[in-house]
């Protein structure tokens, strides 16, 4: 196992993310945050709390849980469905930033997009990850990247957030496949 972003580089890629979702989007005003569960919801808290800081006043945030809309629902175990919670401004014709840990393949997102499609038309959807992978098997590509990570297919990707972990820190891992 490898350390690829230690809690101080975690915390600056965080940061930057944050400053660069407000310059794309001239303030935070028109703007929803919504994380994928799990680690993705954390991700998006803590760019909501930087973004709140900088602009001192709340932005709208919130979850959006996927599970049923996953192409491989069938080849995985069952699951917990998480909440899906929706800020009080909605999505309708909002700029949503769909926010998740790691973007590998590209179908995470896709079911985000499908998911979010139920809930309404936003006026635009851009994609925040902290890792960006490569390996896409869909034409996906994110708007704001923490840290681009080339890995082997094999390889995992570990992310840690203090609030589930106990610590913040991003790995690589060598998997067997």
Do not use: C, W
């Given at each position: 196992?490898?350390?690829?972003?230690?809690?101080?580089?975690?915390?600056?890629?965080?940061?930057?993310i944050s400053h660069e979702i407000l310059e794309r989007n001239s303030?935070?005003?028109?703007?929803?945050?919504?994380?994928?569960?799990?680690?993705?919801?954390?991700?998006?808290?803590?760019?909501?709390?930087?973004?709140?800081?900088i602009e001192g006043k709340p932005v709208q945030s919130g979850t959006l849980d996927i599970t049923l809309h996953r192409d491989d629902l069938r080849m995985r175990p069952p699951r917990a469905l998480m909440p899906t919670t929706i800020p009080s401004l909605g999505v309708e014709d909002r700029n949503i930033i769909l926010i998740d840990d790691v973007l590998f393949?590209?179908?995470?997102?896709?079911a985000a997009l499908d998911a979010l499609g139920e809930i309404g038309r936003p006026k635009t959807v851009q994609l925040?990850?902290?890792?960006?992978?490569?390996?896409?098997?869909?034409?996906?590509?994110?708007?704001?990247?923490?840290?681009?990570?080339?890995?082997?297919?094999t390889q995992i990707i570990k992310v840690?957030?203090?609030e589930l972990d106990g610590v913040d820190a991003v790995s690589l891992e060598e998997g067997g496949k």
């Amino acid at each position: 196992m490898s350390l690829a972003l230690p809690a101080p580089d975690m915390a600056r890629a965080i940061t930057r993310i944050s400053h660069e979702i407000l310059e794309r989007n001239s303030g935070s005003d028109s703007i929803t945050l919504l994380g994928i569960p799990t680690r993705g919801a954390h991700l998006a808290a803590r760019i909501a709390a930087n973004i709140e800081a900088i602009e001192g006043k709340p932005v709208q945030s919130g979850t959006l849980d996927i599970t049923l809309h996953r192409d491989d629902l069938r080849m995985r175990p069952p699951r917990a469905l998480m909440p899906t919670t929706i800020p009080s401004l909605g999505v309708e014709d909002r700029n949503i930033i769909l926010i998740d840990d790691v973007l590998f393949s590209g179908r995470t997102i896709r079911a985000a997009l499908d998911a979010l499609g139920e809930i309404g038309r936003p006026k635009t959807v851009q994609l925040a990850v902290l890792v960006d992978r490569g390996h896409r098997q869909l034409p996906i590509k994110a708007d704001y990247v923490g840290k681009n990570l080339p890995t082997s297919p094999t390889q995992i990707i570990k992310v840690q957030f203090t609030e589930l972990d106990g610590v913040d820190a991003v790995s690589l891992e060598e998997g067997g496949k």
